[in-house]
């Protein structure tokens, strides 16, 4: 692949963005072994400081300049990205990463009229796309994953993009066949996130017995119970959004409500035997729970079993 001069990298996520420049660097490495990284920092940027990081070097070789956050930068940065953008770099390769929004507007308009190579980081919020994210992981790594298991490690490792990757990498070193959610578990099982699915799977299930066990476990093996009243919380609104949804296809509801199709599954199968005025005030006791065990209650422990008990009364009509 021929080395660019001009590399846009656009996007808010982070992990993203930074692989795309370990990929760029790599590629430039490639044919370019010596070549030297240099790193402009928009937000303490020096007027004239890009231009003399991209001027040929007097005992020659490639250089790699890496412009961070350029919508964190001043005109004098936009301006002088803009310029180069215009010209041909001899002997250098500009690599521009910007976050989003307007800032810097007219540089990333003229890296893209100059024949920049975008790459995209776009933001990865909804579970629909971070259970893809998992499956490329693997993917990516020649290993397949059940289905079931990318729902167990998201249950599992949680929002940070960062720590799903991780886990997919060790998973993908440690294990051999296709990943399923007993390896999941067995790696990821005894973390806090969990623990508070297996809690509330078992209270909207009705099973206060099996619940109040999981919950008093893991609260004397030291786990917060603020996380885990997040997790019954989430649990509860995914089952309202996913009932007041209709009748659609799993894929289609999930597109529609940022979801992937097995947590509207999920949430289908958990929604039954509850109606609209009894999930509401599970609901409501989680939200209480939440307040209690945020310094607004004096007993946080009490306050997440009592909303436990509640969702399970409520499950049975009592």
Not at 110 to 133: C, E, N, Q
Not at 268 to 289: E, T, Y
Request: net charge neutral; aromatic share 4%; glycine share 10%.
């Amino acid at each position: 692949m021929a080395i660019p001069s001009l590399v846009l990298i656009s996007g808010p996520e982070q992990l993203l963005a930074d692989r795309a420049l370990r990929s760029t660097v790599d590629l430039v490495r490639e044919t370019e072994p010596d070549a030297e990284t240099i790193r402009v920092d928009a937000a303490a940027y020096e007027p004239g400081e890009l231009m003399l990081h991209t001027s040929p070097s007097l005992f020659g070789g490639l250089k790699i300049v890496v412009v961070r956050d350029l919508d964190e930068g001043g005109d004098a940065l936009v301006d002088e990205v803009t310029t180069l953008a215009k010209s041909p770099i001899d002997q250098a390769v500009l690599v521009v990463m910007h976050k989003g929004g307007n800032r810097g507007k007219r540089a990333l308009d003229a890296l893209k009229k100059g024949g920049a190579r975008v790459i995209d980081a776009p933001s990865i919020k909804s579970d629909r796309d971070k259970a893809s994210f998992v499956t490329n992981e693997f993917r990516s790594a020649r290993r397949k994953v059940s289905p079931d298991a990318v729902q167990a490690l998201l249950d599992a490792v949680g929002k940070d993009l960062g720590e799903l990757a991780a886990a997919c990498a060790q998973l993908v070193a440690d294990t051999t066949g296709v990943v399923d959610v007993e390896q999941v578990d067995e790696y990821y099982g005894g973390k806090v996130e969990a623990t508070g699915f297996r809690v509330a799977d078992m209270a909207v299930a009705g099973n206060a017995g099996e619940a109040l066990r999981l919950l008093r476990h893991a609260l004397a093996s030291g786990l917060d119970p603020v996380p885990i009243v997040a997790v019954l919380a989430g649990q509860l609104r995914q089952i309202a959004k996913v009932a007041s949804a209709g009748q659609g296809s799993s894929g289609a509801v999930a597109r529609d409500l940022g979801m992937a199709p097995w947590q509207v599954d999920r949430a289908r199968r958990s929604a039954r035997g509850w109606d609209g005025d009894r999930l509401g005030r599970a609901i409501q006791a989680v939200a209480a729970a939440d307040f209690d065990v945020k310094g607004g209650g004096r007993d946080p422990v009490f306050a997440v079993e009592r909303a436990v008990l509640t969702i399970c009364r409520e499950r049975h009509g009592r």
